[in-house]
């Protein structure tokens, strides 16, 4: 069975200095890996995505991830934060079983 | 071109009752999926639906159902509620399941009092 495990529950960053949230993945196939924010009263957003080929990702709003396979992660960063950027955000594996696994997400507060 | 769409946004229940909670999906999209989000368990699974056929459930009880409609709009039922269903519900769908991007909806907020 696949799983996420999303370290640092609350991660809090000044405007403009790096933003990195750290996603460790299980799974005994090779997973697709995705990243989501959550804003207050509302769906979740896709931010980007990994299935094969570059396993640097580019996303919206600035953000990429790497997928490393050797270390079963798929970090999220974006080199300067701002004040929108404050949201929820969730890590999810997907495998063959036409089902999301999600992290237990991390809150990004952004100070000015 | 429209988004998912849920209704309705929000829902206070009673113990005991049932609700059913709707979803249309982004046109084309054949792949319907539901997600139980709460502050304690987070974002759960509870099924999937393509082409009105169920492809995956979650581990919730069978009070927990749902069905898919032949133009891919799909309604999930609650029976006899409990204080713990109280959650948002989320809908997404993509064009064939979940190897792909999802589209969320906003979410059904569902209050059990």
């Known amino acids: 069975a696949q799983s996420v495990t999303q370290l640092g529950s609350h991660v809090s960053v000044s405007e403009g200095a790096l933003v990195l949230l750290r996603c460790n993945y299980s799974?005994?196939?090779?997973?697709?890996l995705f990243w989501y924010v959550q804003y207050p009263n509302q769906g979740l957003q896709l931010l980007l995505k990994y299935t094969t080929g570059a396993t640097l990702v580019k996303g919206i709003n600035g953000f990429e991830a790497e997928f490393k396979k050797s270390e079963t992660s798929f970090h999220l960063t974006k080199p300067s934060a701002h004040m929108s950027d404050a949201a929820e955000y969730f890590c999810a594996v997907h495998t063959n079983d036409y089902k999301l696994s999600f992290g237990a997400g991390t809150t990004v507060t952004v100070r000015a | 071109k429209a988004g998912v769409t849920q209704t309705p946004r929000y829902l206070i229940k009673t113990r005991g009752q049932q609700v059913t909670l709707s979803c249309s999906p982004i046109s084309g999209h054949r792949s319907v999926s539901w997600y139980q989000q709460t502050p304690g368990q987070g974002l759960q699974f509870l099924f999937e639906y393509f082409s009105e056929t169920q492809r995956n459930k979650g581990n919730f009880p069978g009070r927990f159902s749902g069905r898919q409609f032949s133009n891919s709009r799909s309604e999930m039922n609650v029976s006899t509620l409990e204080l713990g269903d109280s959650a948002l519900y989320l809908c997404a769908s993509s064009w064939t399941g979940s190897d792909q991007p999802q589209h969320f909806g906003d979410g059904t907020r569902l209050s059990i009092l």
């Open positions: 799974s005994s196939v090779p997973p697709y």
